[in-house]
């Protein structure tokens, strides 16, 4: 089976720092993502993870560690427009994907 | 641009009726799911295609059926629409390699 977590909600401030954590106990793994999703629209892609360490996309890093069962988003120099909810995903067997509950962020100014 | 579009963005039926909800993509993606997403829940797995007409049962199947006849077209049907049945249903592609899902806008179902 295939259990995931992560924090419900997390607040933090305009400018600031924030890391999200994702925990899971999955029967098969062939990579994680994390997805955005803003208030009443689709998930949106934010990265992807296969290999332990970290990936860089501009203020958006995300780490991995397999033996862990652990990955992280981190998000950097937060913007308003970062609030939002953010799902940590685990990629499974045959390419389908298990999601956390999502973690809703809300920055404050 | 990559895109997945979903029929109807918000439908409201009785408890009974049939359901159609459809989804296309234009990315020629191998793969093709519907989700549930309900507060507090997540996106949870109802059904999956990697093929023409091959499907796959995800988490919560029951009470749901789907049709994959054309490579860009996967159909979620509800045979009897019930109360619990409420929800916005979110399709999804993906290539087979990837993984990384492209979503709808999705469909907000209400079931009276």
């Known amino acids: 089976g295939q259990n995931i977590d992560q924090p419900t909600e997390m607040t933090a401030t305009e400018g600031a720092i924030v890391q999200i954590n994702c925990t899971y106990q999955t029967s098969g793994f062939n990579g994680l993502f994390w997805y955005q999703q803003h208030a009443g629209e689709a998930p949106t892609f934010l990265s992807y993870?296969?290999?332990?360490g970290l990936e860089e996309k501009g203020r958006f890093s995300s780490f991995l560690s397999r033996s862990k069962g652990y990955s992280y988003l981190l998000l950097k120099e937060l913007q308003m427009k970062d609030s939002a909810s953010y799902l940590c995903a685990v990629k499974g067997n045959a390419g389908k994907s298990t999601f956390g509950d999502g973690t809703t962020l809300t920055v404050k100014p | 641009d990559v895109k997945v579009t979903q029929s109807s963005r918000y439908l409201v039926k009785r408890t009974g009726e049939k359901v159609f909800l459809e989804c296309v993509q234009d990315m020629d993606h191998e793969n093709m799911f519907w989700y549930r997403q309900d507060p507090g829940l997540g996106l949870r797995l109802i059904y999956f295609?990697?093929?023409?007409?091959?499907?796959e049962k995800g988490d919560i199947p029951e009470g749901y059926s789907v049709s994959r006849e054309k490579k860009e077209r996967f159909s979620l049907i509800l045979e009897s629409a019930s109360t619990n049945q409420t929800s916005m249903y979110l399709c999804?592609?993906?290539?087979?390699?990837?993984?990384?899902?492209?979503f709808g806008e999705g469909s907000r179902l209400t079931v009276l």
């Open positions: 993870n296969v290999l332990d």
């Open positions: 999804a592609s993906s290539l087979l390699a990837s993984g990384e899902l492209f």
């Open positions: 295609s990697y093929d023409v007409k091959m499907k």
